[in-house]
C-alpha cells in the first residue's frame, strides 16, 4: 500500500510549479497504479492553453472558480467546486482561472514526474521519472 500525505509531498520534486499553476503529483508511473494523480493549483486570472495529444485527463474541481472552452466547437463550460470534465477525446481546449481554483487531476498514461507543457499545451511521453 502506498500512503503519503499532500502536505509530505510538496516538499519534494513530486511539486511541480509553472507560471499560471502548480502541481503536486501524489501519484507517478513508478508507483505502478497505470495513471497519475496530481492535485493543482491554478493562480487567478490565468488563461492556460492545453493539449494533451497523448494523454487523457480528468480533472474535478475541488474549490475555486473558472471556464473551461473547447477550442473546437468553442463550447464554455464553467468550472466550480464538484464539477467534473474529462478530455476523453484529447480535446484542445483554454482553462481560465476567475479565482484561486484547486482541482484533482487523473492522467492516462501516467505521467513520469517533471512534465511541463511544450509550445502546444501538451506533455511529452518521455519526460524523466523523478524518484523519490
Ligand atoms: C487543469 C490542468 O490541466 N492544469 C495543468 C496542470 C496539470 N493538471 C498537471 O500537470 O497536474
Redesign the pocket.
Known amino acids: 500500500m502506498i500512503v503519503r500525505t499532500l502536505q509530505e509531498a510538496e516538499k519534494t520534486e513530486r511539486r511541480?510549479v509553472?507560471q499560471?499553476?502548480e502541481?503536486v503529483?501524489l501519484l507517478l508511473k513508478s508507483d505502478g497504479m497505470g495513471f497519475s494523480l496530481?492535485v493543482?493549483t491554478?493562480y487567478p486570472g490565468t488563461v492556460?492553453p492545453?493539449w494533451?495529444r497523448h494523454h487523457l485527463?480528468a480533472?474535478f474541481c475541488i474549490a475555486g472558480e473558472g471556464e473551461v472552452e473547447t477550442v473546437e466547437g468553442a463550447r464554455v463550460y464553467p468550472v466550480k467546486p464538484g464539477t467534473l470534465y474529462a478530455l476523453d477525446q484529447h480535446d484542445k481546449h483554454i482553462?481560465r482561472a476567475k479565482t484561486r481554483m484547486r482541482?484533482l487531476?487523473v492522467?492516462n498514461p501516467p505521467?513520469k514526474g517533471k512534465?511541463?507543457?511544450d509550445q502546444a499545451g501538451a506533455?511529452p511521453l518521455d519526460a524523466e521519472e523523478i524518484e523519490d
Open positions: 511541480v509553472t499560471n499553476w502541481s503529483r496530481h493543482t491554478v492556460t492545453m494533451y485527463e480533472v482553462l482541482v487531476c492522467f505521467l512534465e511541463v507543457h506533455y
